[in-house]
């Protein structure tokens, strides 16, 4: 068994969830290491918007009991997980990052809490994101910016930058995210942490607080791709309360992880991801990564997917579509806020909806609200949200053919590095740009995963490679992701992780 860290936020949850199993370590004493990391870097790196403290330390006691009653316990347990605020928790606030869920406290589990309950995995707090998962930065957020622990100055990606640097700033060795056009990926990609949207349906939707129902998908966010892997067999699998969750077990993820072979595989670079506008480190690192699982036995080929072209406008006309249906709930009747409109006497409860949507949403849902209203309007339906399901049938072509030829595909996942907070946020067109070599997967429902691919720029910020396979096939990402991040690690003289100057970095935690 590999020896654990004195400090123990450092450990992987694999490395732990053994220790756990053979009773070297408690859960107890795990949780509380992370809420004391919590306790003193959280307020520097804002990656929650509600710490469960009680909460966790009374599920930790439960499993450690449960352990020594000589339960026979799940892989995971007794290891702490942050939960994305976009998922409901019985009991604990859920603001999704949005002042008009303020106050809300759920009376039900999202099912992919049920399972991590279940599973004994004592949930630290909620963390911070993009307001209703719009975003790729947190900056949406009503409750303020995370910030990237490689340097508080940067974004920490989004919408699940909550989930990213709690990961990158050890305050929790596991988080879940949710992905409905890059959110788990690209904030991956820019902490150098791992995340996988899983295929479509292979985890559940029920709970969470839905942005676009036809993308929208949960996944693992982890520090290494087996603690990701882990995750994901705990959080997948049929559920009877999600109408398109797919009857079948969960792919042998865990299994693939661990034995991370790309032996005889056929990778495919896809050929419109990669090239303009993609910063010449990133697409650097990304090169090299190609380089070794090449040598590391793959077959590489090129592999063009002309309709990726348009996955960004197709993807800004469904899901501000599907996103303004989806928000009608808000009401000021049956969650949260409620605001009266001044100076109204007896105001109609139109009135009341209209002031407290008003006061409740922020710039950039209210933006998405009137595209989406605007594009589903009468007389328009068929030219813009017809079109762009069109456009989307094209892109699932494109997959279809491209997987007639190869396992995998590979391209950077995000076009740059971390931005400075701020650089972006006055011009959605550039933010939106953050996720082009993301969103064709959601809108194909094919699963995708982003672990680092190394140091991308002069200010020694990381980047990510994103991995793609064919729909049910989520194991491939895991056997090529792991394989990757063996080599890398070689090559880096450990993970990349390690390098990071502030919060995050080895060198921080030793001074520290
Ligand atoms: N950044 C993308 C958006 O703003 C993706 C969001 C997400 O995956 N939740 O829509």
């Given amino acids: 068994m590999t020896d654990l860290p004195t400090d123990l936020t450092r450990a992987t949850a694999a490395d732990l969830a053994d220790a756990l199993a053979s009773k070297t370590i408690s859960s107890v004493e795990v949780t509380q290491a992370h809420l004391d990391r919590i306790a003193a870097v959280d307020g520097q790196v804002h990656s929650y918007l509600h710490v469960d403290t009680e909460g966790a330390l009374a599920q930790a006691q439960a499993v450690d009991e449960r352990r020594h009653s000589g339960e026979s316990l799940g892989a995971l347990a007794g290891v702490p997980i942050a939960v994305k605020d976009v998922m409901t928790t019985r009991g604990v606030p859920t603001t999704c990052g949005s002042r008009i869920l303020e106050g809300w406290i759920p009376p ?32 949406h957020s009503a409750y303020g910016p995370s910030h990237n622990p490689w340097d508080l100055d940067r974004i920490p990606g989004g919408s699940g ?11 929790a060795p596991l988080a879940t995210g949710t992905d409905t056009g890059g959110s788990i990926r690209q904030p991956a990609a820019v902490t150098a942490t791992v995340g996988t949207k899983p295929t479509y349906g292979g985890v559940s939707r029920y709970g969470l607080v839905a942005l676009a129902s036809s993308l929208d998908q949960a996944g693992p966010c982890g520090r290494t791709v087996l603690d990701t892997a882990l995750l994901h067999a705990v959080m997948g699998g049929h559920d009877p309360m999600d109408s398109t969750s797919i009857d079948a ?27 303009e506008g993609y910063q010449p480190g990133v697409r ?43 928000l009608a709930k808000f009401d000021a009747m049956r969650y949260g806020l409620r605001v009266l409109p001044e100076g109204v006497d007896a105001p109609s409860a139109e009135q009341v909806m209209a002031a407290t949507r008003d006061a409740g949403f922020g710039a950039e849902v209210k933006r998405r609200i009137i595209l989406g209203t605007y594009a589903l309007s009468s007389g328009y339906y068929d030219a813009y949200y017809g079109s762009a399901q069109k456009v989307r049938a094209l892109i699932a072509q494109d997959f279809d053919a491209a997987y007639s030829t190869v396992d995998v595909l590979v391209s950077p996942t995000a076009p740059t590095t971390a931005f400075k907070l701020g650089d972006k946020l006055e011009d959605p067109m550039a933010m939106y740009l953050n996720d082009i070599a993301t969103i064709p997967a959601n809108l194909a429902g094919v699963p995708g995963m982003s672990i680092p691919s190394g140091l991308a720029d002069e200010d020694g910020l990381p980047a990510g490679i994103q991995i793609l396979a064919p729909a049910m096939k989520d194991e491939r990402l895991y056997s090529v992701g792991a394989a990757l991040e063996k080599a890398l690690v070689d090559r880096w003289g450990g993970p990349i992780l390690d390098r990071a100057p502030s919060l995050g970095g080895a060198a921080a935690a030793k001074g520290a």
């Fill in 161 to 171: 930058g909550g989930s990213s640097s709690v990961l990158a700033s050890f305050q």
């Fill in 284 to 326: 650097a690192r990304f090169d090299e990564s190609v380089a070794l699982l090449e040598e590391l036995g793959a077959e590489v080929v090129e592999v063009s997917c002309p309709n990726f072209e348009y996955a960004l406008a197709a993807y800004y006309l469904i899901l501000p579509s599907e996103a303004s249906s989806n």
């Fill in 249 to 275: 077990p969960v792919p042998p993820v865990v299994e693939a992880a661990r034995a991370a072979d790309v032996r005889g595989m056929r990778i495919g670079v896809v050929k419109e991801l990669g090239g």
């Fill in 108 to 139: 039900y589990d999202a099912t992919v809490v049920t399972k991590l309950r279940e599973a004994g995995l004592p949930i630290l707090g909620k963390t911070n994101m993009d307001e209703f998962a719009m975003g790729s930065s947190t900056e």
